[in-house]
């Protein structure tokens, strides 16, 4: 069965940095691009970004490049979503969700998702 | 970007009712259309991608049509677990975007 598992919640201070996980199993993590979506309270849902874990090669959002860091480790099969300076608008579910097809093959739809980490920042 | 435009942004409907909800593209983008489900609380699920192709394990009374700018999300009888927020996304141009989300609520 192929999952993806996100780390717990988080409750961090403005100007904290912080670094939240994606564990893949069931299938090959190195062929599927995994993507990263915010969802802010009451909230659409906005795509941040990409990285195939082969090669890391990692697209961002405009709205996200230089806000936040993707990166991959194909080792521990594990994507991460990271900030070095977070914001109260920050605040938010951000989920991972893995490519539904491998590599370049078909079209850049997702699923399945992980279930979502709660990110809290506040003073 | 391209921007989509849901409508509506909720609509409210009873069990065995036919819900249409419709998804316009700021610009052409032939079939490169996907639509989700998010019940609250949980994550999103893919339902229909390439616009109209059913995604394993999705129930038949759920049909994707359209090409080009306008796309319509149908639900053929409404069921007590299909209560939930649709989004439709663009696969055409990087950065994906998706729609604003329409809530379907029970009458």
């Known amino acids: 069965e192929v999952q993806l598992v996100q780390s717990g919640a988080e409750v961090k201070k403005p100007g904290e940095s912080l670094k939240i996980s994606c564990k893949a199993s069931?299938?090959?993590?190195?062929?599927?691009?995994i993507g990263w979506v915010r969802q802010m309270p009451g909230k659409g849902l906005e795509w941040m970004g990409n990285i195939y874990p082969g090669d890391s090669d990692t697209r961002y959002s405009p709205s996200f490049q230089g806000q936040v860091t993707i990166s991959a480790d194909k080792s521990v099969t594990t994507a991460y979503l990271q900030w070095y300076s977070l914001k109260a608008s920050d605040t938010a579910m951000y989920y991972c969700?893995?490519?539904?097809?491998?590599?370049?093959?078909?079209?850049?739809?997702?699923?399945?998702w992980g279930q979502g980490t709660l990110v809290i920042v506040s003073s | 970007d391209i921007q989509m435009t849901q409508s509506p942004s909720s609509v409210s409907a009873s069990v065995g009712d036919r819900v249409t909800i419709t998804c316009r593209a700021s610009?052409?983008?032939?079939?490169?259309l996907a639509w989700y489900q998010q019940k609250p609380g949980r994550a999103p699920q893919l339902l229909i991608f390439?616009?109209?192709t059913l995604q394993s394990g999705v129930p038949s009374r759920f049909s994707g049509s359209g090409s080009g700018t306008d796309f319509t999300l149908t639900i053929s009888s409404l069921q007590p677990e299909d209560f939930a927020t649709y989004y439709c996304?663009?696969?055409?141009?990087?950065?994906?975007?998706f729609g604003q989300g329409t809530k379907v609520e029970v009458k």
């Open positions: 610009q052409g983008m032939s079939n490169w």
């Open positions: 969700a893995r490519r539904l097809s491998p590599a370049a093959a078909g079209g850049d739809w997702f699923d399945p």
């Open positions: 996304q663009q696969a055409s141009s990087f950065p994906w975007t």
């Open positions: 069931g299938y090959s993590f190195s062929n599927y691009w």
């Open positions: 390439a616009a109209y």
